[in-house]
């Protein structure tokens, strides 16, 4: 069996997830490892057998070896390495959110239109199969004309400690929901409102709440707060809601799905996105590297999320973060 020859750039947790994925697929080959902490680098390089241990992305590219790479570096950061990946015709699988700026979302669309390898953003929730079955419902028209999305995706407070001095929950998990609600209702976002909280006085806020309106007339909330109690049973609050004009998707990914009970309480553990199955990191995440591995293999430009549709997640996240700084209405069109 022919196996893809993979590196990953970033070793921070979810490098570490990625890395974790690749060493239980068949099809791939965890080849090198990039990350410019050298103590970090040698931790993983041990943990996963990978002697190909690199400090400068650049040197790991020039490996004529090398097929494919994901970049999990933070998404300020994506940029630089994604376009000298593409450049060097290497095939490459991007973190979500694509960038932290428009410029910068342009130039990677730009060049992944003309790069010799493959190109995808890391859209998980489009391989939940909750979500993924809601597209095949919305498509043969079950439920009509969207008018009205919901989405929720709250997180405890230990985890947006971590996060909020890199970036904020409008972008960092309402990308998600944004993505979704373009990927469903298939219009444009034209104008975004939100509102926000700095509580704890991070560089970003703990929390958010943005509306948009599509052009098909459709308005959406997002709901993302990253100050929920520690004590709170599950990692992700996650629901959604879509109405239509002849019916409606409710999806609801976390408790009472699976939860359990020991001496500190109530607990309920993922089992969509990265679960550990038999010792091999599964799910979701598993899912779509799969997937964009198996196109590399078969040829085949992934379809199932393209460049120009994680451009506009990023836009429609970021106007909304202007409007919270702001307090006014951001025109998209």
Known sequence: MKRIKYGVIGLGWFGEKHCEVLAGLPHAELHSLCTRNPSRLAEVGKTFGVSRLFTDYSQMLADPELDAVSVVTMWDQHAAPTLAALKAGKHVFLEKPMASNMADCDAI???????????????????????????????????????????????PAFVGEQVLPKIGPIIGDGVHDTDLMLWYTGAKIVSAYAQAINMRGFKHPDLGWTMYRFDSGAIGILEDNWCMPNTTAFQID?????????????????????????????????????????????????????????????????????????????RACLAAEESAATGEIVKLA
């Not at 009509?144 to 709250?154: H, P, T, W």
Request: proline residues 5%; glycine residues 8%; hydrophobic residues 40%.
């Open 109 to 155: 669309v730009a060049a992944a239109q003309t790069a010799k390898g493959y190109f995808m953003v890391g859209h998980i929730c489009r391989f939940n199969p909750r979500y993924a079955a809601a597209k095949q419902e919305i498509s043969a028209g079950k439920i009509g004309k969207i008018v009205s999305l919901y989405a929720r995706r709250n997180l």
């Open 238 to 314: 996650e629901r959604m809601e879509v109405v239509g004009t002849e019916g409606a998707i409710h999806i609801h990914e976390t408790h009472p799905n699976f939860s359990f009970c020991d001496k500190t309480g109530w607990h309920s553990p993922d089992t969509t996105y990265w679960p550990l199955l038999h010792g091999v990191r599964a799910g979701a995440l598993r899912d779509e590297i799969s997937y964009f591995i198996n196109c590399v293999m078969n040829g085949q430009r992934p379809s199932v999320i393209v460049p120009e549709e994680s451009r506009e997640a990023v």
